[in-house]
């Protein structure tokens, strides 16, 4: 299924499911069985995904074109980020006259974003102050489905709800700036994280497995023109070795989001101002990911 959290004209967030073109609100369908937020749902999801069968449609439907689609999961526990993709890290660090270090192949590493910034489908992006490099990152994320401790990477599929789209914004001047101090990136990239449309669970997107991989074109493309084409196959730690990594010695939580880091040529940094200048205001930035849909934001001032 693919869940959402939407708005009607008038109304607050609710949360829901796709039925192709329309929007199914969960708590009405439900006469308030189910919750109007899916992180309550997913936290009780072995509970109340048992009612959903039963569930009449007919009174709770809103066509998709009359709604607003909204971050599916826009208060997420926590975001982490990992640094997955080896193409990235490699042309990434080239730019700054680096070669990747060998404990980048020893340990996946991430860092921890900023979760009550977190942006949706249509949602305007605005640039920040003295920043004049503003870059998108086109990446996967995985929405952990229940609470686990030292998960092991052959049972971490077991924890994941779904998987999404994210756009993890970077303000590359800043960031270049701060990470010279030693750490990872905070101001450069704590202003926005884009997710969305909605969150497709891990059993729709387990079609296109291949191994522990997944066969997952991923795309960007800036002002209608494409820049990135990348495939999710060609990450260097899988989702379960993400979640074995950040799992050690601490709890993960129902709704904690972990991304999976820039997909190789998936961010301007990456291609070069020769192929596209940085991010301005006007500009409107569309990630696309086989079965995840399509994120588009617009940056303004």
């Not at 937020?37 to 959903?52: A, G, K, S, V």
């Not at 989001?257 to 190789?264: A, E, H, K, Q, R």
């Amino acid at each position: 299924m693919k869940y959402v959290t939407f708005r009607t004209e008038t109304g607050p967030m609710r949360a829901g499911w796709l039925d192709g073109d329309k929007v199914i609100d969960m708590s009405e369908a439900s006469h308030g069985k189910l919750p109007n937020c899916l992180l309550t749902f997913i936290e009780n999801y072995d509970t109340y995904y048992t009612l959903i069968e039963d569930i009449a449609h007919e009174k709770s439907i809103y066509p998709l074109e009359k709604v607003t689609l909204c971050a599916p999961l826009p208060h997420p526990p926590s975001v982490r980020d990992f640094y997955a993709f080896e193409e990235h890290v490699k042309t990434a660090r080239e730019k700054r006259g680096l070669t990747v270090i060998p404990e980048w192949y020893e340990i996946p590493v991430f860092y921890f974003t900023n979760h009550k910034a977190i942006t949706g489908p249509e949602e305007s992006i605005e640039k920040p102050k003295n920043c004049s490099r503003l870059d998108f990152e086109l990446e996967l994320a995985c929405v952990i489905g229940k609470k686990g401790r030292n998960i092991t990477a052959d049972q971490a599929e077991q924890y994941i709800f779904g998987y999404t789209i994210m756009n993890d914004w970077s303000a590359r001047d800043i960031q270049a700036k701060e990470m010279k101090v030693g750490l990872g990136p905070a101001k450069g990239k704590d202003f926005a994280t884009s997710l969305g449309p909605f969150i497709a669970t891990a059993d729709e997107i387990n079609q296109y497995k291949v191994g522990d991989r997944f066969q997952l074109e991923m795309t960007a493309s800036v002002n209608g023109k494409r820049l990135s084409k990348g495939n999710f196959q060609s990450i260097y730690y899988s989702f379960a070795e993400m979640i074995e990594r950040a799992s050690q010695n601490v709890t993960l939580y129902p709704g904690d989001i972990i991304g999976s880091g820039t997909v190789g040529s998936g961010c301007i940094l990456e291609l070069g101002t020769d192929v596209h200048r940085w991010l301005e205001p006007g500009d409107v930035v569309e990630l696309e990911i086989t079965g995840l849909g399509v994120l588009r934001n617009k940056i303004v001032e």
